[in-house]
């Protein structure tokens, strides 16, 4: 474990492991908002019922939800230590390469990423309450599509998560930019590209996720 301890213990290592996290929890919310865009499909939520039973049939499950609790926590953790010493020693900010951000939204979005990380980890309570440990959510009747289409159809828990989903949009904006800038790679060629795919695939997640508690409240 002595390797662990020497990557920790510098802060190259700690933003790559940022950075690590960040894109698997990138990866997996892109997986997440797929499968709950089933629940507006024309089957009525069959398919996403019939999704849902066989994840809770698997027995790591439990394991999973662990795994992806504790990259979140470990994510949130160090980079706000990371911009705590960034912001103490008047250097650059999280996942700063040494060159001069000039984009206004840019600079903004990495300043509050610690900020955007807790809201998005207090908004991520709020729904693992509804949807997994709530049983209302996770017993009733028509399944887990019933569940999401009924919570979200109430206009103040719709507002919340079109918030959240928002946030965690920001977030992404600048996360995987970051990640990738973390990784040393800095390139005039492939970082804008990499900074337009970012923003893109942010959006694309964004409009993804708000679009449920959209269609709970106008269409379903």
């Keep these: 474990m002595g390797w662990l301890r020497k990557i920790l213990g510098s802060t190259v290592g700690q933003k790559v492991v940022v950075a690590l996290t960040g894109l698997a929890l990138a990866l997996f919310v892109v997986f997440h908002m797929l499968e709950n865009l089933m629940v507006m499909a024309p089957d009525g939520g069959a398919a996403l019922n019939k999704w849902a039973a066989f994840l809770h049939s698997l027995p790591i499950l439990p394991l999973i939800e662990i795994g992806l609790f504790s990259m979140l926590i470990i994510h949130i953790g160090l980079t706000i230590k990371l911009t705590r010493e960034n912001q103490a020693s008047r250097g650059s900010r999280y996942a700063s390469t ?7 939204v840019g600079v903004l979005a990495s300043r509050t990423m610690p900020i955007s990380g807790v809201i998005v980890l207090l908004f991520l309570a709020l729904h693992i309450w509804d949807f997994r440990l709530d049983r209302e959510g996770t017993e009733a009747v028509g399944g887990i599509a019933t569940a999401v289409g009924d919570k979200l159809a109430v206009w103040w828990r719709a507002g919340i998560y079109i918030v959240g989903v928002s946030v965690i949009a920001w977030h992404l904006s600048h996360g995987i930019q970051s990640a990738f800038r973390s990784f040393g790679l800095n390139h005039s060629k492939w970082t ?21 508690p959209l269609w709970a409240l106008f269409i379903r």
């Design 98 to 104: 040494g060159t001069k951000r000039t984009d206004k």
């Design 192 to 212: 804008p590209i990499i900074v337009k795919g970012g923003t893109a695939l942010a959006v694309v997640i964004g409009i993804g996720f708000a679009a449920i």
